[in-house]
């Protein structure tokens, strides 16, 4: 039996649901609109890399139908970008290549080089790290870590977007615990910006007391919140601030089991 599953989202790109987590990889009211909001425009990312040559690394927590990656190329291709940029995810249970070839990122994005890249990518993939670029997109490389965030061997490069997009802490708690978001601050550049479609007080508090600065903003497709994390508060200036302080206590009385 398959464990992975094809669907349509509301604005007609693909998502897959896991039986193992019994969750949706997107939100079904549209997955590229909730995955443009939440990781490109909320967090400053599209501006970056419009108004800099310089190279920007980006890290996502979950690869799972390669989403992100793909609208990364579509801005870049659509800004007319040639800055360089590192793209690092990690993903421990791929969909197999049969589910893979329902995905419709190529139909809705207009590239049809990204059906052949999807494929390329989900029927070579070996355990530790692997890398791809495509034909048009010399600049990115996708460096994908096959294996567990647990045992990621992380990056030379520091990062300066982390995408931090697990199943809900409530089924995928292994990767919203203060360790992960530890690890993920010694991989950070000092002015690193951490977004997560989450709106949890847990999640926020395990950020807050592995060291991260903590704000919220408005959720992508009539969600109230999300999460934007820094390592440099000035970076949160624009966003409503939450006390850092009083989650860590919140999170030291066991308020969050
Ligand atoms: C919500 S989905 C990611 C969605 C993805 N960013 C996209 O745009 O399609 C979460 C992903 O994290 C992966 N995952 C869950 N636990 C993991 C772990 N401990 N280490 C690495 N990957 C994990 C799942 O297999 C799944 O592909």
Known sequence: MNSIEHHITKDGSSTLFSKVFDQYYHNPNGAVSESRHVFFESTGLTEAIKSTTQPISIFEMGFGTGLNFLLLLDYYSKLELSLPIQFYSVEAFPADPETI????????????????????????????????????????????????????????????????????PEVNGELWTVETFEKLKNMASSDAVLSTYCAASKARAALAKAGWYIAKTRGALGKREMTIASLNDQKLSSYKRLKEARLIERFDRSDFG
């Open 101 to 168: 070839e329902h995905i419709n990122y190529q139909e809705v994005l207009g590239d049809d080089s990204y059906k052949e890249f999807l494929r390329n990518v989900f029927t070579s993939l070996k355990s530790g790290w692997n890398s791809y670029s495509l034909k048009n997109y010399p600049n990115i490389t996708l460096n994908l870590f096959y294996g567990t965030f647990q045992d990621l061997e992380a990056p030379e490069t520091s990062i300066d977007f982390f995408f931090h997009d697990p199943f809900s």
